[in-house]
């Protein structure tokens, strides 16, 4: 699942705020998978999207004390993600999308070469327009909390979102294989 | 045709993350506030050191002689206020 209501997390996220170990192990261990499939929709590589997110939970980890409330933890969240894959993007940009084989995943819908296929429609977009599609579309945000989360006005949100979307569009629809056509797009 | 964007980016992200090492992020975490306080510390040292060099430089001027005649000469009266 994408969308987290981070309301369920909230007497955590204050535990975790307070001081207590217990509560802090246990808030990381929730938002562990969510930092590092971010991470990966900007990285495209599974090291460098693991890297990010370690570093996004240790910030977590250092300055979730001087959080002013919980309800600021999402967007603080997923600021320190998007900020740490940007800065190793801009460090050492990936050249190749990422291995099919490097990445695991239980699901039987997927496979590797599916995930390949989105993720090199991915690459072609800057990195901060991968990471307007990941928080919009993985994370069920709207353009309001992105562009509090990226920093920049929300008019450029919605037009970086909107220009993403087209070209996502036209990439997967090109190149897609029949079978994925059908489970991906609309009939209609 | 529309694509369901949302559902690409679900199967695209549909992958196990690696094993989550909390010692190691607590070990980054106690890093970088180690790096943070020694931060701090050089700011406060710097702040210290220019403290003190502008009550050197203070001290200095403050030893200045003037000539005995400007030294003793009376302080001119201040000039009336216009009406």
Known sequence: MGGMTWEAHERTIDAARAGEGAALEALISVIWQRAYRIALSILRHPMAAEDAAQEACARVVAAIGGLRSSAAFGVWFYRLVVREALR??????????????????????????????????????????????ALHYYADLNSREIAEILGMPEGTVRYDLSLARRRLESLLAAHRPRALREELFDAG | MPVDLRGAMRTALDVDAPQLQFERICERAAWRLRSLERRRSRRMVSAAALVALLAVFAGGHRSVTYDPTVAVAPAPAPSPLAT
């Open chain 1, 88 to 133: 190793i993007e801009r460090r050492a940009p990936a050249q190749e999308p990422l291995d099919p084989d490097a990445l695991a995943s239980a699901s039987p819908l997927t496979d590797a070469l599916v995930r390949l296929d989105i993720f090199r429609a991915l690459g072609v977009l800057p990195a901060r327009q991968r990471a307007v599609v």
